[in-house]
């Protein structure tokens, strides 16, 4: 097998065609087909399976997929370090948990794009998913909720997010919000939970356990793995949930659900990012470390705010 073929086989799957990858890749459909057909005669295993409308992969396609990128940026890598044809690679693919993905980057990519140039590939996930592409090399980035015991991999911690008690607005929690919320309230309450592996839920479990309590203690009437849904489903009365006060800023100011903290102390986690130390490092992922890390050195409060308000 050689690069070639290895290249077209990720642009057919990424594109989900083989005239598409032969386009990017400038080459004729019978070539691109040629490439695959070689790969699956010295792999002894289909790889692909091609209906009229849709290509996919196999089991051993997907496998090959995760090597073969692995290969591709390894190859850039290289030429990067040596200065082949003196040009950098710009593209840098980061994987993304929902807070991150939905309520930083799109405040602070803009920020950085205006003084850098960078390209952006985006892919989201919940903190599990991104750690295990981290894990399998397919990002060169995470931004993650929560951070995993694992040697391969290097947590640094970038903010320190707020979790916060959302409710639908109504007499019940109108007169809740003087009174105060207690964690004993949330026993009786229907509870809106995000998914395993999203860092907010791992998060919340901690925070139980400090308080001699577990997620079966709750009435858990539904698990959502979209912010977004979750949020209208509080407003429109289906239960209560927990997750980021930068998620709810916006339903908060527009008077769509009320926003409490616990009497008995606030929830706070970190973000991360996470990388593989035994993958390397293109120079505009450690230039947009650094920027990261310079720009949330700032008071937490204020930087809480720039996000909450568009980056104004």
Do not use: W
């Not at 690069?3 to 070539?31: C, D, G, H, N, W």
């Amino acid at each position: 097998m050689n690069l070639k073929q290895l290249e077209s086989f990720v642009l057919i799957i990424e594109s989900r065609s083989f005239s598409q990858a032969a386009q990017k890749l400038y080459l004729t459909q019978p070539t691109i087909s040629s490439h695959i057909s070689l790969l699956e005669k010295e792999l002894n295993s289909q790889l692909l399976i091609r209906t009229t409308k849709d290509v996919y992969p196999t089991g051993d396609g997907k496998k090959l997929y995760t090597y073969a990128k692995q290969i591709l940026r390894l190859q850039k890598s290289i030429l990067e370090e040596f200065h082949v044809n003196g040009e950098e690679d710009n593209l840098l693919i980061i994987g993304a948990s929902s807070i991150p993905e939905q309520y930083i980057l799109p405040e602070i990519l803009p920020k950085y794009i205006r003084k850098n140039k960078t390209e952006f590939k985006i892919e989201p996930g919940d903190s599990g998913k991104v750690i295990d592409k981290i894990i399998n090399k397919e990002v060169e980035l995470g931004l993650v909720g929560t951070k995993t015991e694992n040697s391969y991999l290097i947590f640094e911690p970038f903010y320190k997010d707020k979790l916060v008690l959302i409710t639908p607005i109504s007499k019940k929690y109108l007169k809740m919000k003087e009174d105060g919320f207690h964690i004993k309230d949330l026993l009786k309450e229907p509870i809106i939970m995000r998914e395993e592996g999203s860092g907010t839920r791992k998060e919340i479990k901690e925070f139980l356990k400090s308080q001699k309590l577990g997620i079966s203690d709750l009435n858990i009437i539904a698990i959502l793995n979209s912010t977004e849904a979750i949020k209208r489903s509080v407003q429109n009365k289906m239960g209560i949930s927990i997750m980021s006060n930068l998620a709810v800023q916006d339903f908060a100011k527009d008077n769509k659900v009320l926003v409490f903290d616990f009497e008995e102390g606030n929830m706070y986690r970190n973000l991360y990012i996470v990388r593989n130390k035994d993958m390397y490092m293109p120079k505009c992922a450690l230039k947009f470390i650094k920027f990261m890390k310079d720009f949330f050195e700032k008071e937490s409060s204020n930087v809480e705010y720039e996000l909450a308000h568009n980056g104004n």
